[in-house]
C-alpha cells in the first residue's frame, strides 16, 4: 500500500487508516469496499470485477438452487482470484391464507388485464434458507465470507461455516440487533442506515418509520460491538466513504451505485430509473414483495399504497407483482435505489471502485490539512 494514497488523517487522537485495518487483512483487500450481493442482479461478472480492483466482490444466493450457487461461484472464480464474498437472506416459511391473498390478487387484477397478463396467479414461495445442500456446497467451494440478510440461520449452521475459516458477516438496522448479531459470533456486523436501496435488513421487525439513519447509527453501533462494523446506505462516493471511515466503520458496502455498472443484471426500465433519479424519488414499501424495501417511486406503488391493502407474506407478494416488471412498462417495475442513486453514474464496477479509492483519500487528504 503506498503512502501517497493513505492520507495522515487523525480522528479523535488515533491515526485513521481507512484503507487497511483488521478487516482488510483478514479478507487480503486493498481497498474495505464492499460490493452488495444483489440477487442474481450481483453477477459473477461484476463481483470478480470488484474483487479484481482490490474490492470484495458479492455474489446473492436468493432463489439460486445448490447447483447454480455453485456455477456462480466457480464463474466468479474463472474470472478473478480474489476474495468472494456468498450472501443468503433468510426468511421463514410463508403462510398463504385467501383473505389477504384474495384482495391483494384483485387489486392488481387490473394491472395484469392492462397488460394482457391474464389471471393474477395464487402466490407462491418457499422458506429462504441454508439447506443442506447448500451447506455442502460453501465446505466445497470456500469462499472467503458468507453474509446474511434478515437476521442469521441455526447456530449449527454458523458454527459449521466459521469451522470451515470462513468470515461470517450480517446487517443490522439498529444497536439493538448489531448487538444480537455480535453474541451470535459473527465477524463483522454491517450498519444498515434507512437509506439503503433494497430490503431492510431488519430481522426483528424494527417499525421502519424508527430505524435510523446511517450518520446516526453507525458511530452507536462502533462504540457498542468489538466486531468491525461495514458501513451501508447512502455510500455512493469519496465523500460518504470518507465520512463513513470517520465515523469509525472498518468498510463500506455499496448496492445502488454497482447497479449502475454494465457488469451488473439490470432490466432496462430499471436502468432508465437510476439514470434520473433525486435525493427524494425513493420510497420504502412492503408492498412490493412482503417485506420493506427502497424503490424509486413508481404508478404501481403508488396504486397499492392507495388500496390500504396488506401484502401477501414474503415472497408471496413477489410472485404476484414480478410478472408485472417483465413487461418493461417502468410503472409496474421493481425499481430498487437507494437515496444516493443520484451520486452514482454509467460506469464499469473496476472503474467505480478505484475511482471510490482514489476519490476517498484525496478527501481525507483535504481534511487532514484544514
Ligand atoms: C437491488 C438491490 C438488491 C439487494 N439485495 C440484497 C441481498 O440479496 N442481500 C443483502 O444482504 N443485501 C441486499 N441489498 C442491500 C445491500 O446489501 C445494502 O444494504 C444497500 O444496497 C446499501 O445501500 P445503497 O443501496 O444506498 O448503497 C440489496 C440492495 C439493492 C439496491
Redesign the pocket.
Known sequence: MPDALEPDVHVMGKRLMWSQNAFTDRLNLKWPILQ????S??TPALAAAVSNAGGLGGL?M?GFSAEDAERRIAGFQQLSGGSLNV?Y?LWPEPRFTPDVSGPMRARLQAHFDAKGLGAVPEPKGAAGEVSHEHLSMLMRAKPQMV???FGLPHQEVINAIKDAGIFIIS?ATTVAEARMLEQRGVDAI?A??I?????R?TFTGVDVSMQPGLFALLPQVVDVVRVPVIA?????DGRTVAAAFVLGASAV???????RCEEANVLDAHRAALREPTDACTVVTDLITGRPA?YVKTGLIDDLVASELRPVPFPGQLSLTAPLGGTGDRELTAL??????ALASDTTAGALVEQLAEATSECLRVFSRS
Open positions: 452488495a450481493p444483489m440477487g442482479l450481483s446473492g436468493w450472501n437472506p453474509s446474511f440478510h446487517s454491517i444498515q442506515g437509506e439503503a436501496g433494497g430490503h435488513g451501508a446506505g447512502g455510500v455512493a458496502q455499496l448496492g445502488t451505485a454497482f447497479l427502497r430498487f435505489a437507494g437515496q444516493s442513486a
